[in-house]
């Protein structure tokens, strides 16, 4: 993602099966809300 987006990536550990990708504390996708993993490239598109 760094290398596509030049956004520094950092993973947070969770648990209960969360997945969410954010920017400055924005929540830009969510399993939660959407019931699936992003398809690939589909997180990386999120910074465009």
Do not use: C, N, Q, W
Request: no cysteine; net charge positive; hydrophobic share 35%.
């Amino acid at each position: 993602m760094t290398a596509k987006t030049g956004e520094k990536v950092k993973l947070v550990r969770g648990g209960g099966g969360i997945f969410e990708v954010r920017r400055d504390g924005e929540v830009l996708y969510s399993k939660a809300e959407t019931g699936r993993f992003p398809e690939p490239g589909e997180a990386a598109k999120l910074f465009d």
